[in-house]
């Protein structure tokens, strides 16, 4: 999120919002302003500004010194109060909650405070600097009175603020734990010691989100203290005075970490590492500061004379032992001669045996400085065990330790020129570890999960910083490496050095080759994959890691690092060694080794099973059974020699550490082709040996009886299935009696089908027109006037009422009826009714009214002539709502009925009355299409009332000739 966005919403947020900076206001001002009038009026603003944010500031630090004050009173008093307060607990009151909920709202207000500082802090560096960009005014006298200095210190005294709160929950710890008859988790110390096996992983946070994740860890674990020499575990509490700043009364809470780490000019421990191979280790020196009340990092020596000698060794999953950490203490004067491999140089102690392991690896795999980290820490642990430690590192620095820059005699660059040259790079992100030896608490679950906590598995400060200060010798990059926001700090980093017109020994080569930002062709580069299996909280808790997909793009953005082409890899015009190819790394267990020798066992046992059926039919079988057996005996052979190459195939890439090339694709065709052909061939010799016995039989045919049963219809003298063969693929989609009664109309598709009902013969088809391709979904005869005009519903091409001569059979005209058919238009059906629609308000309606049936609703229409062509045009009169589908319409009776196939009903509408009336259909099937009512009777012995109706199905294609009773519908067959 940008500042802006930020910076307004917590003004519309927040409480203190009302007391921000006016950045807007600063920022428009500045925008519109030019000359030196308006220049003093700037600066009056910015310093009254200045002024009213730091007084706020002031006061509310002044308030939450009084209000810590109060609640350490509390806390003395809470331990006297314990027994008492399991008395009062019955009533519903206890001092241990009370202080809690006291404890957690004084944070609440930290949280907020400290939210404000940095805001406003950032806001007017970046007001500042908008001003000298727009105006080439130079703001000195902002930078000479350290105004952000007031914004360091005031957070600094926050964060202290957070030391003794920590105090207070340790107590409410402490005393809630005896009041229950348990022993505190705030008491004695426990030792530490130099070999460290736990369970790890690492967290990115965002810089503004740094207080509050610490913040949430103080309720659960004290911070830890650090001194000289050693940690001490959490010491009493100290008074404070609501006039003195807390940072000249808090013991330091944080140190400075300085770590030099080893490696060879190849790299070799890197690529180990980021690879993770079974014993991967890593050697480092390192060493602890004090803070010293500078805001810049901590980039000094080691205070008097401690190193400490690390070694960090990875082990797989599958070997039965755990990652571990082992050091040792080392005088700061014998660091150089401990690394020439001098033996003076080992310490006399329990540790001689590691040192000396630690020293031949050193002199064994020729290590040197190569990078240097410096980071403040802040630790969180309960002092009577490490079960559960947390730390938090801020201000990561990385500085290049390269023998070209280090002086021969020194193990380590000088200080003093690496602050003045600003040698070093600024890590982005607050870095979280979590270290367990138990099983995560549930409060660690619920934090961990929190939208401002990234969970970063396997990061490595040493590989992050040997890929951003070497990148032509990285063959492998790690998988975080592609982070938008890392890249954005490299490129401004790479701008810094361009800028200085210095050569970039960030990026030198072994043959001392200086390479600059622009000099590095086009490309891509791949990174080391992250798909490990974990051994942190987080995989344990069956969530999956998300660093930017790891591997969803893996493509840099004009960065500063080398690329190179997707094919082959390019040298440039400097004689550099050959661009470094990186690849994902493939993780090789023994496990690997196996599934390749269990996937080579299965293809041997379809082989042998092969080879033993093949025997099994020479030997025993017939002649035919012989030929059958020679058939698989040659593809057995080959599937036991496809199968041997591939082993070794595969067995080369494991070896190899190939990405890809594993799957087979060609060896199960192979075999099933193969398998295909013997199988035919065995049933060609017996089908033609047993083929004449079946042309000398004599099978006779056995008469299937015939069924009456049609999709749940039985003919009767009530119903009757017309005889009608129609051609393939002949739907029909409506029913349509002519006026004589003789013949009923159907289409489908772009053809009419003209039945001749006492025949039950079909006496033609006609083709609607070659030329375009309707698709016909009603018919209707219009007025009696003209009884060869037929009004065809068509849905494609378009939604259209074609006006049909029979007696020519020519299209006469065309209707367009989109404009009424709704927001998706759809042609369903089309009848007509020579009496006026009863809503109708038009006076010259005189040729009755028609209905068109779109998908859910009936729109009433007639048509109109036009006075200059005489062409009729559509006049809407009506809409009627319908919930479903219409499959047909059709007018009986001065009634319209609509056939609703999908719920199974014929819907009816009066058009004198516009009364409604529904019937069931007689089966359950939604495939009706068409309905069409004949004034004749059945017979003469018939009720009154009864009348003909033919039902027409798509599919199967059937016409049924039904009884219908408008009182009782459908009458049962």
């Known amino acids: 999120m940008k500042y802006e966005e930020q910076f307004n919403r917590f003004c519309l947020e927040s409480k203190h919002g009302y007391q921000s900076l006016q950045y807007d206001t600063l ?66 009151f206890s001092p241990i909650q009370r202080l809690t909920e006291l404890t957690d709202n004084f944070v609440e207000e930290l949280k907020e405070l400290a939210k404000f500082t940095l805001l406003n802090g950032e806001g007017f560096r970046m007001i500042v600097e908008q001003h000298d960009k727009l105006t080439g005014v130079v703001s000195n006298w902002y930078f000479a009175q350290n105004h952000e200095q007031f914004f360091g210190r005031a957070f600094n005294e926050l964060e202290a603020f957070l030391f003794h709160v920590s105090a207070v929950y340790g107590t409410i710890r402490s005393v809630q734990a005896e009041c229950e008859g348990s022993k505190g988790s705030d008491s004695e110390e426990n030792g530490e010691s130099d070999v460290f096996e ?133 005088a700061e004067d014998d660091v150089k001669g401990y690394m020439l491999g001098e033996s003076k140089s080992i310490p006399r102690e329990a540790k001689k045996a590691l040192a000396s392991d630690i020293q031949g690896q050193i002199t064994k795999e020729n290590l040197q400085p190569l990078v240097r980290t410096v980071y403040k820490r802040t630790a969180f642990q309960l002092p009577d065990n490490n079960d559960v430690r947390i730390t938090i590192d801020v201000d990561l620095t990385m500085i290049d330790e390269g023998d070209r820059l280090r002086c021969e005699s020194e193990w380590k660059r000088n200080e003093e020129g690496i602050i003045k040259n600003q040698d070093y790079r600024l890590f982005p992100y607050t870095i979280l570890e979590v270290k367990l030896r138990i099983p995560p608490p549930e409060w660690l679950d619920a934090l961990v999960e929190s939208p401002f906590i990234r969970p970063v598995p396997k990061f490595s400060k040493f590989q992050h910083s040997a890929a951003s200060f070497f990148p032509l ?115 090789v267990e023994p496990k690997t080794y196996f599934a390749n020798e269990r996937t080579f066992i299965q293809w041997l046992t379809s082989s042998l099973l092969l080879v033993t059926l093949s025997g099994a039919l020479v030997s025993l079988g017939d002649r035919d059974a012989r030929v059958v057996g020679l058939l698989f005996m040659p593809l057995a052979i080959l599937i036991l020699i496809y199968a041997a190459v591939m082993f070794y195939l595969r067995l080369y890439r494991i070896r190899h550490h190939s990405k890809s090339g594993y799957h087979d694709v060609i060896g199960p065709a192979v075999l099933t082709v193969f398998l295909c052909v013997a199988m035919l061939s065995t049933f060609s010799l017996h089908f033609r040996k047993y083929s004449s016995l079946f042309k000398e039989e004599d099978i006779p045919e056995i008469p299937l009886p015939k069924s009456n049963l049609h999709f ?73 006037a003209a009884p060869d005009v037929i009004y065809i519903a068509t849905e494609y091409p378009t939604n259209q009422a074609l006006l049909y001569n029979l007696q020519d059979q020519t299209v006469v005209d065309a209707i367009e009826l989109n404009q009424f058919l709704g927001e998706k238009p759809v042609f369903e059906g089309i009848t007509y009714s020579e009496m006026s629609w009863y809503g109708n308000p038009q006076k010259d309606n005189t040729s009755g009214t028609f209905f068109g049936s779109s998908t859910d609703f009936i729109q009433v229409f007639f048509l109109k002539s036009e006075t200059s062509s005489g062409k009729p045009v559509p006049v809407p009169l009506q809409a009627i709502e319908v919930e479903t ?43 009706w299409e068409g309905i069409a009512f004949d004034n004749t009777v059945l017979n003469s012995s018939s009720p009154p009332g009864e009348v003909i109706t033919y039902l027409v199905m798509d599919s199967p294609p059937q016409i049924w000739q039904l009884l219908f009773s408008r009182e009782k519908g459908f009458l049962e067959c």
């Open 473 to 587: 010798k990285v063959k492998e990059f790690p998988y975080w490496y592609n982070d938008d926001v890392i890249q954005k700090n490299n490129r401004v980093y790479n701008k810094v050095i361009s800028d200085r017109g210095k050569n970039d020994y960030l990026f030198q080569d072994e043959d001392s080759a200086y390479v600059t930002a622009g000099d590095h062709s086009s490309g891509t580069l791949n990174y080391a994959g992250s798909s490990r299996e974990s051994i942190t909280m987080t995989i344990e808790s069956g969530k999956i890691p998300d660093i930017q997909e790891e591997q969803k793009s893996l493509r840099y953005r004009n960065f500063i690092l080398p690329k190179f082409s997707k094919t082959h890899h390019k040298t440039n015009p400097d004689n550099q060694k050959e661009q470094p190819k990186a690849m994902k790394r493939l993780k």
């Open 712 to 784: 749940g219809l039985h003919e009767s003298h009530r119903c009757h299935r017309l005889n009608i063969s129609l051609p393939p693929f002949f739907e029909p989609s409506d029913a349509l009696l002519d006026h004589s009664g003789l013949y009923l109309w159907t289409c489908s598709g772009n053809v009419l089908a003209k039945i001749h009902l006492q025949s039950e013969k079909v006496e033609e088809y006609i083709q609607i027109s070659e030329k375009e391709r309707y698709d016909i979904e009603g018919l209707t005869f219009g007025s009696s």
């Open 885 to 927: 589908k219409i499959g047909s319409l059709t007018v009986f009776n001065n009634s319209l009925f609509a056939l609703l196939d999908n719920l199974r009903v014929l819907r009816s509408w009066d058009l004198a009355t516009s009364e409604m009336r529904e019937y069931k259909l007689p089966t359950a099937s939604k495939q």
């Open 198 to 330: 736990r369970k790890s992983v690492k967290y990115w946070v965002k810089a503004e989100d740094t207080f509050a994740v610490k913040a949430a860890l103080i309720k659960h674990l004290p911070v830890y203290v650090f001194k000289d020499k050693k940690r001490t575990k959490f010491p009493a509490k100290q008074k404070i005075s609501p006039d003195e700043n807390l940072l000249e009364s808090t013991p330091p809470s944080t140190t400075w970490v300085s770590s030099v780490y080893l490696d060879n000019p190849s790299l070799a421990c890197y690529h180990r590492r980021v690879k993770l191979e079974e014993g991967a280790f890593l050697i480092r020196l390192r060493w602890y500061n004090l803070p010293h009340g500078k805001n810049s990092p901590r980039i000094d020596g080691p205070p008097g004379a401690e190193v400490f000698v690390e070694r960090k060794t990875h082990h797989e999953s599958w070997v039965w032992e755990s990652s571990i950490k082992e050091r040792f203490l080392l």
């Open 27 to 92: 920022k428009s001002f500045i925008q519109r302003s030019s000359g030196n009038d308006s220049e003093g009026e700037f600066v009056q603003i910015l310093i009254d500004e200045l002024g009213r944010t730091k007084q706020f500031i002031s006061v509310k630090i002044k308030e939450l010194r009084i209000t810590l004050q109060r609640l350490q009173n509390q806390e003395d008093d809470l331990q006297q109060k314990c027994q008492s307060s399991k008395s009062k607990r019955e009533n519903g």
